[in-house]
């Protein structure tokens, strides 16, 4: 991923005429991505919503660049469990237990579910559930509910319906316990007091990606469509869910 990023960088940089340095930087941590856009050691970024959040207003900027999948900028999240398991509902599900997928389209899954179940007084997803999983693969985390091999699991809409077209018995035998917001998990924004190559101009090529053959390779290799321009304002969802986060666990915020 990073040779394709590098690779396209330097031919647009070759193709405009443009002093762009393609190399790219994968940082450790949110201390790290401060200390990077405050030195000015990075103009552009892409990081999960919730880190993004964490930034202080100076760092944030107000036009982003979203992935786009199958025409949404957007990720859903559902509790699925069996049709035939008796549970109605989150409670039933004590000492259960649940997988959840671990992939950057997911970032918010598991700070959602913190607030679901505290909206229902049913404590923290540790103590509530019996054992609570992760697998990076959307078949390791649906299969398991449907062939009864766990009690529930949470995964992304689209995900959902991708597999449920494949084999449509997954829709006759799961059944969603609770679906999230609408939800922005991760993009790709520039540094607000970026000053160097024309900054319209490499937002424009970035917004054609999808048109170019070295563009549908890097979007192909992190599993997107296209790239949108969009306005902060899409991530007011994920800001309130992250709001009553802080305010029905106070100590998620020193966490």
């Not at 992935?67 to 859903?76: D, H, L, N, V, W």
């Not at 909206?119 to 693969?137: C, E, I, N, T, W």
């Not at 290799?221 to 666990?249: G, H, K, N």
């Amino acid at each position: 991923a990073k040779a394709a990023v590098r690779a396209w960088a330097q031919g647009l940089a070759k193709e405009r005429n443009i002093n762009l340095d393609g190399q790219p930087v994968i940082l450790e941590d949110l201390n790290a991505i401060i200390e990077a856009l405050r030195s000015k050691r990075v103009d552009c970024l892409s990081l999960t919503t919730d880190d993004y959040l964490a930034l202080a207003p100076d760092l944030q900027n107000t036009n982003l660049l979203v992935s786009a999948i199958s025409g949404k900028t957007t990720e859903q999240y559902l509790v699925l469990v069996h049709a035939k398991s008796g549970v109605s509902n989150l409670a039933d599900l004590k000492g259960r237990r649940i997988v959840m997928l671990d992939h950057v389209r997911a970032s918010l899954a598991a700070i959602w579910l913190e607030v679901l179940l505290a909206q229902q007084s049913l404590g923290v997803p540790p103590d509530h559930f019996g054992q609570v999983r992760r697998a990076q693969k959307l078949t390791s985390v649906v299969l398991p509910v449907f062939f009864r091999q766990q009690d529930a699991c949470i995964v992304t809409r689209s995900g959902f319906d991708t597999m449920a077209e494949l084999n449509p018995q997954l829709r006759v035998q799961l059944k969603s316990l609770a679906a999230s917001p609408e939800l922005v998990p991760a993009f790709t924004f520039i540094r607000p007091d970026y000053r160097g190559a024309p900054h319209d101009e490499i937002v424009a090529e970035v917004l054609k990606m999808h048109v170019t053959e070295s563009g549908k390779q890097i979007l192909t290799l992190f599993q997107t469509d296209r790239i949108e321009q969009q306005p902060a304002s899409v991530l007011d969802s994920a800001r309130e869910l992250m709001e009553s986060r802080r305010r029905l666990i106070p100590a998620s915020g020193e966490a």
